[in-house]
């Protein structure tokens, strides 16, 4: 994925605004990244990147994921009613 590329789908929340935010605030709790427009507090599925963004806001990547593949397996996510991922 690439900076510009959405992480949060239900509130447009971009891979760079979570870096620089993470880099910024340097959130103790990675729940704390709503604070980033809401991230992770929509439908749930990102907040497993949100939490490795908040521990290594530098060294973040979602290698071997095109974003065509990481909105599909969201879509997946939802279909499929998983339980909704927590902080």
Known sequence: M???????????????????????ER??????MSGCLNA???????IPFLVKIAKDPDGFSVSGMTPDEYATARKEYISTKQPRNAF
């Open 2 to 24: 690439e900076l510009d590329d959405n992480v949060c789908y239900c509130y447009h929340v971009s891979l760079r605004k979570l870096v620089n935010y993470a880099r910024r």
């Open 27 to 32: 959130p103790p709790r990675a729940s704390q």
């Open 40 to 46: 992770g507090t929509g439908c749930g599925w990102c």
